[in-house]
């Protein structure tokens, strides 16, 4: 007979079934007890006449009857059970994975990833995740992107040295690629249009509920641009689809505001708290454009006034989740931004090689992948988020 899923369980009511899957927790009463039986897809509730001395996470197979019952989840229970152990636990697991929400704290879950990810409502989280990227994927070949994969060992820092992890590279000093900038850049003057999804380095100092010290990217960059708008268009449309893949809300429209309006005093970036009062003034999604240039990353293009740059942040529900801009595209540029900013231009002569080639007006951004799903899932801690964070602290498991 053929392992059926416990979603399927009420599509086969009266027949003898078999499930596959985890002991996720055991009831007993005074003449019978249920067990809930845990597999990919959901849970099942299984009668059988006393208790069974098994440790939670026990791998079991049921056979039995699917008999609907009005007091079983999901309409369907199995009766008359036959158990048969596949994989014996040596101990009770470090957390419950029965709660309708884990009760653990933060850092006990995070120690024991390799369980507390069993917990439905947080495999949950990661099954949304993958939703969102292949969302992602699906927009942009719609738009006719191509994907690439990028090297994540370089040898110049992309996006400034402050948080960038060295590494020994054969006795050479390399880093580990703390976004795909340069590659996805020089790939507009090949493809046009890319975009890549990977993992990202940062050694970031603080530790926060937003900063990871490796996080996954979602980027795209795309070629014969009049500015940064047309990029925000994509970022728009991705966006879009990947609320619509998570089963989010999706606003009828994106505001654009002016960061020189929208900014504390004089400061030169937007602070958290500017994040959170801009969405509770202008709603869940709003784009904020026109950053000063002198605070942006060396490869973004000035807008009319020099001042401010052509670029922009989309934040989501009080919090930066996206950055993007039109970039430089003329050689000429690139080593007078990286000299204005103190930069030697050597690290980047391959990169800049590119641009005497001819390289079209282009723009693009990136969208942290983390970062959305926390928002979506309305979690305070991209950490809720990650199944295996790494941070300051943090290297295992
Ligand atoms: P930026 O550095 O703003 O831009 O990063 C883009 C997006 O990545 C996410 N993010 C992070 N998520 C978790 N932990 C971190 N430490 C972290 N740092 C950033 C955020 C952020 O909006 N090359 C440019 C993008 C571009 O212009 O195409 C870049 O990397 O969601």
Redesign the pocket.
């Known amino acids: 007979m053929e392992r059926i899923l416990t979603t399927q369980l009420a599509a086969h009511a009266g027949e003898q079934v078999v499930l596959r899957g985890w002991l996720h927790r055991q009831r007993r009463l005074s003449r019978v007890a249920f067990v809930v039986l845990r597999d990919r897809a959901g849970t099942a509730q299984i009668v059988v006449d006393e208790g069974l001395d098994l440790l939670p996470e026990t791998v079991i197979e049921v056979r039995g009857q699917a008999v609907p019952s009005e007091q079983a989840p999901g309409g369907v229970e199995v009766h008359e059970a036959q158990l048969r152990v596949l994989a014996q636990p040596t101990a009770p697991p470090p957390v419950e994975l029965h709660r309708p929400e884990p009760r653990e704290s933060l850092p006990v879950r995070l120690d024991h990833a390799q369980v507390s990810l069993r917990h439905p409502a947080v495999r949950e989280r990661f099954k949304q995740a993958a939703r969102a990227v292949a969302a992602f994927r699906r927009t942009l070949e719609e738009l006719e992107f191509t994907e690439i994969q990028s090297p994540k060992i370089v040898g110049a820092a ?2 400034g040295g402050a948080n960038v992890f060295r590494v020994d590279y054969f006795g050479r000093d390399a880093f580990l690629a ?2 795909p ?1 340069l590659y996805k850049q020089m790939m507009v003057g090949v493809f046009e249009r890319v975009f890549e999804t990977g993992p990202v380095f ?1 050694a ?1 100092p603080h530790e926060t509920g ?4 490796e ?1 996954y ?1 979602l ?1 795209a ?1 795309l070629g014969f641009i009049e500015d940064h708008r047309d990029v925000m268009r994509v970022v728009e449309r991705c966006v879009r689809a990947m609320l619509t893949a998570v089963g989010a809300p999706v606003p009828e429209q994106i505001p654009v505001v002016r960061f020189a309006d929208v900014r504390t005093g004089s400061e030169p970036d937007l602070a958290p708290a500017d994040e959170r009062r801009i969405c509770a003034e202008f709603g869940e999604l709003v784009f904020v454009e026109g950053f000063p240039t002198a605070k942006r ?1 060396f490869y973004t293009h000035p807008g009319p006034d020099p001042e401010w740059s052509n670029s922009f ?1 989309l934040l989501y529900r009080g919090l ?6 039109q970039r430089l595209h003329r050689y000429d540029d690139y080593v007078a931004a990286l000299r204005a900013r103190g930069l030697d231009p050597g690290p980047f002569a391959d990169y800049l090689d590119a641009f005497r080639w001819g390289i079209p007006p282009h723009g ?5 992948l ?2 959305f799903i926390a928002q979506v899932a309305g979690v305070s801690n ?1 950490r809720e988020v990650t199944l295996f964070p790494r941070d300051r602290t943090r290297l295992r498991p």
């Open positions: 992309t996006e703390q976004s900038q940062r970031e937003r900063h990871l010290a996080y990217s980027d960059e990353a942040d930066e989740i996206v950055s993007g801009s693009g951004f990136a969208l942290g983390e970062r991209v």
